[in-house]
């Protein structure tokens, strides 16, 4: 069959089932990751460990020392109040970073995706298996996580694993969305930039990670009820505390969900727009 002139070469191998498709993407990228791991496994793991440092244990026993600590977390340790929500928190800044820079690169620099879709994988395989990559590297760094939130004496109950659970939804959810932000970047610029200092930090303080989101005030609170990171810290700390409001978490639960799958379809029409041939 003649080729046209000036289309981009495609291999004519056999083409892999949808799954299979999205499985050998996940294997690319963990082939290169257990070579090159050492350099993001210690800041993965040691900046939720720096967060837990100063707000759970040198934070924290300041606001025990006040009193008031009992009031905004229901009676129990700080600490083991705090922890689960630093849990949803690493997931969410781990999937963002991952999103950008990383599917910026892919794209643009290294062009990994371009040759990704040089072969039978279709984009939509090549997305899905790039977010499935970012979501079990999310749960394996959060699993270290928890055996260092156990060290320190900040897990309660076994419902930490759910937490964990709940922890990585919201942030799948949250790279859904980002990537598919991230394909329609052009260049590093401030696009990223703006998206940090302004959704994932803001994100980060005001969504009841530290405190509760009813101290805020009034007019700032519907902007914490619409972060998926509340929703994700809701659940995570219920598990971990076993303080569990059925309807209340079926509807965290739905949000998320709603998030995730929407981010899903954003995520595949815009990595098929970017690289059709």
């Given at each position: 069959m003649a080729v046209q002139a000036g289309a981009p070469a495609r291999s004519a191998g056999r083409t892999p089932s949808p799954v299979g498709g999205v499985l050998l993407v996940v294997e690319h990228y963990w082939t290169w990751y257990r070579r090159n791991w050492r350099a993001t496994a210690v800041s993965s793991v040691l900046q939720p460990l720096l967060f837990l440092l100063a707000f759970g244990v040198g934070f924290g026993t300041l606001v025990e020392g006040?009193?008031?600590a009992a009031e905004a977390t229901g009676g129990v340790e700080y600490l083991v109040w705090l922890a689960p929500a630093l849990l949803a928190v690493s997931a969410v800044q781990t999937a963002a970073f991952e999103s950008t820079y990383p599917v910026l690169s892919a794209f643009k620099w290294q062009r990994l995706y371009h040759a990704m879709t040089a072969t039978p994988l279709?984009?939509?395989q090549v997305a899905l298996g790039h977010l499935s990559w970012i979501v079990a590297k999310m749960t394996a760094?959060?699993?270290?996580y928890l055996a260092v939130?156990?060290?320190?004496?900040?897990?309660r109950s076994a419902g930490v694993l759910i937490s964990l659970l709940a922890a990585s939804l919201t942030g799948a959810a949250v790279a859904a969305l980002v990537m598919s932000f991230a394909a329609t970047?052009?260049?590093e610029g401030t696009a990223f930039s703006m998206l940090f200092r302004f959704v994932v930090?803001?994100?980060t303080l005001f969504s009841g990670t530290f405190f509760p989101v009813d101290r805020l005030p009034a007019l700032v609170q519907p902007f914490a009820w619409v972060s998926p990171l509340w929703h994700g810290t809701v659940l995570a700390r219920s598990?971990?505390?076993d303080r569990w409001e059925p309807l209340a978490a079926l509807?965290?639960?739905a949000y998320l969900v709603a998030l995730l799958v929407l981010g899903l379809w954003l995520v595949v029409r815009g990595f098929r727009r970017r690289l059709a041939l």
């Open positions: 006040t009193g008031r279709t984009p939509a760094t959060g699993a270290v939130i156990a060290a320190f004496g900040g897990v970047v052009e260049n930090i803001p994100m598990a971990a505390l509807g965290h639960l």
